[in-house]
């Protein structure tokens, strides 16, 4: 760690209470990550002062801030930071749809097809107790294909369900929709 670093352990010792929401021994934990992060990952004097604030305030290194952007699920600290200077240094000086439109081809988004756009109307119009039955048959297949892999019984499944996919239902699921 180097002397100008604001964290380190004396401190947090000396002032647990300097956030109330965690407590002194994950902050402690949150900086042996990061000392050893420091070492392991190349990083600008800017990218390490942000991370350095950023356990300060009591978060992980592996924990995402949320990107400005993009959607960034399985990203740490560092991979938003950067990726977010990357489109703000890209994006300097582009109009608003300039903008959006660097983002979608930066991320890979495709606008959804006249079908997708159907098919989020029809779930967005659907009354919310069909869609809390449909929530609960999905957990309840769920639960029976788990038990099925379980014992082992997944694969006789699969080849029943193959040989009988054409069948006619057995029980009338008009109910559903009254």
Avoid at 78 to 98: F, N, P, Q, S, W
Avoid at 113 to 123: G, N, Q, S, W
Avoid at 134 to 160: I, P, T
Wanted: glycine share 4%.
């Amino acid at each position: 760690m180097t002397s100008n670093n604001p964290i380190n352990e004396e401190t947090i010792r000396k002032s647990p209470e300097s956030n109330p929401s965690d407590s002194a021994e994950i902050l402690l934990q949150n900086i042996r990550d990061f000392e050893n992060y420091e070492r392991k990952v190349p990083m600008t004097p800017a990218e390490k002062r942000a991370l350095r604030k950023w356990v300060a305030s009591g978060h992980s290194v592996r924990e995402s801030p949320g990107s400005r952007y993009i959607f960034d699920i399985g990203m740490d600290f560092l991979d938003v930071y950067r990726a977010d200077h990357e489109i703000a240094a890209a994006t300097r000086g582009m109009t608003k749809a300039e903008k959006i439109a660097y983002i979608k081809e930066y991320t890979g988004y495709k606008d959804p097809t006249p079908e997708e756009l159907e098919r989020m109307d029809a779930v967005r119009n659907t009354p919310v107790y069909v869609q809390k039955k449909y929530e609960e048959l999905c957990r309840r297949m769920f639960l029976l294909w788990e038990f099925l892999a379980e014992e082992g019984l997944s694969a006789n499944a699969r080849d029943y369900l193959d040989e009988h996919k054409d069948d006619e239902m057995p029980i009338d699921f008009s109910f559903v929709l009254e």
